[in-house]
């Protein structure tokens, strides 16, 4: 099945920082979202992203769907930017399955 | 915007109980997923429905969990007995018709001692 790895595990970043989160699947996808699961747990969906490039205030993603790659970009990053951000994607080969990544865990320091 | 409604929000069970969680859409969604999140991971899919009907289960432990949705629109999800390793969040969501994005419920919490 398609592997899903996301990067970094982990990052601590300073309140108004920038920074790139990176989501590389090892087969072609038909759908691909960016989730931030806050510290209730409640997955929040950012991004329906299977190609292209998409923006939502100080958030942005890019999926080069060729290469296999999704990127999430947040800029000035606030507190409440922190907790784990998924990546999943979905294909059609052995029946539509998503799969998540194991996420990147973002704690913004004020 | 999509809505979904789990209950209950958090259940404490003792190993070998009996244990069900409830999931209702709040508009119709032809699509309809169980996923399992353990701590520190990323949600697993249990099983998916296309209406009434099951899509894909191959990664729900068939022989303690059972899942079924009732008119194409509610929900359940069972395990019995359950096992110290199903302490878990346990998540619902629903697909968009029109595209493949999917939104979340809060989740159930479920602990087994």
């Known amino acids: 099945g398609i592997q899903v790895e996301q990067s970094p595990p982990d990052l601590i970043l300073q309140e108004g920082a920038n920074s790139t989160l990176r989501c590389n699947f090892s087969?072609?996808?038909?759908?691909l979202q960016w989730f931030h699961q806050n510290p209730w747990g409640q997955l929040i969906n950012l991004f329906y992203?299977?190609?292209g490039t998409k923006q939502n205030g100080r958030l942005s993603a890019t999926t080069v769907a060729t290469e296999r790659y999704s990127l999430l970009y947040i800029s000035s990053s606030q507190t409440t930017d922190s907790g784990v951000y998924f990546c999943?994607?979905?294909?059609?080969?052995?029946?539509?399955?998503?799969?998540f990544g194991a996420g990147t865990r973002l704690f913004v320091k004020a | 915007e999509a809505g979904v409604a789990q209950s209950p929000r958090y259940k404490i069970i003792e190993k070998r109980q009996s244990v069900a969680f409830w999931c209702n859409p709040i508009?119709?969604?032809?699509?309809l997923y169980w996923y399992q999140q353990i701590l520190g991971q990323g949600p697993k899919l249990l099983i998916q429905?296309?209406?009434?009907?099951?899509?894909?289960d191959s990664q729900l432990p068939k022989d303690r969990f059972s899942a079924e949705r009732l008119k194409g629109v509610d929900s359940t999800l069972k395990i019995q007995p359950a096992k110290l390793e199903d302490s878990a969040v346990y998540l619902c969501?629903?697909?968009?018709?029109?595209?493949?994005?999917?939104?979340f419920g809060p989740g159930t919490r479920l602990t087994v001692t």
């Open positions: 508009s119709g969604h032809a699509t």
């Open positions: 087969d072609s996808v038909n759908n």
């Open positions: 992203i299977p190609s």
């Open positions: 969501a629903i697909r968009r018709d029109r595209n493949y994005e999917q939104y």
């Open positions: 999943a994607v979905g294909a059609n080969t052995g029946g539509f399955k998503t799969i």
């Open positions: 429905f296309q209406n009434n009907g099951v899509v894909d």
